[in-house]
């Protein structure tokens, strides 16, 4: 099973930027989709981004197009999320985790392989 540690969080005032960073350990991580999931204080999961194997295809909810873009260095088995004009809604723990788009809209924790431990965004003026 692939370990996930993320990185770069911390508290910023709206319309800064962050990178996340994401780093795997294991030999699989250039094979297989990849995700990025937050979780905002007293709501439930919610899937951000996804980037596939292959061509690279990268998907994202509509709360974060145009904001948000999502990358990785598979030489560095390392996954990223850049954020861009970021606002107060954006708070919230951030996860990278196995696995592509879910199907549905209400997320689950078991429709990702391995998860991360998080790390915190706090965008406040």
């Known amino acids: 099973q692939v370990q996930l540690v993320e990185s770069g969080g911390g508290s910023v005032q709206p319309g800064d930027s962050l990178r996340l960073s994401c780093v795997a350990s294991?030999?699989?991580?250039?094979?297989?989709?990849m995700s990025w999931v937050r979780q905002a204080p007293g709501k439930g999961l919610e899937w951000l981004s996804a980037?596939?194997?292959?061509?690279?295809?990268?998907r994202y909810a509509d709360s974060v197009k145009g904001r948000f873009t999502i990358s990785r260095d598979s030489a560095k088995n390392t996954l990223y999320l850049s954020m861009n004009d970021l606002k107060p809604e954006d708070t919230a723990m951030y996860y990278c985790?196995?696995?592509?788009?879910?199907?549905?809209?209400?997320?689950?924790?078991?429709?990702?392989?391995?998860w991360g431990q998080g790390t915190q965004v706090t965008v406040s003026s």
């Open positions: 985790a196995t696995g592509g788009q879910p199907p549905r809209s209400v997320i689950l924790p078991a429709d990702f392989g391995s």
């Open positions: 294991g030999s699989t991580f250039s094979r297989q989709p």
């Open positions: 980037i596939y194997t292959g061509n690279g295809n990268t």
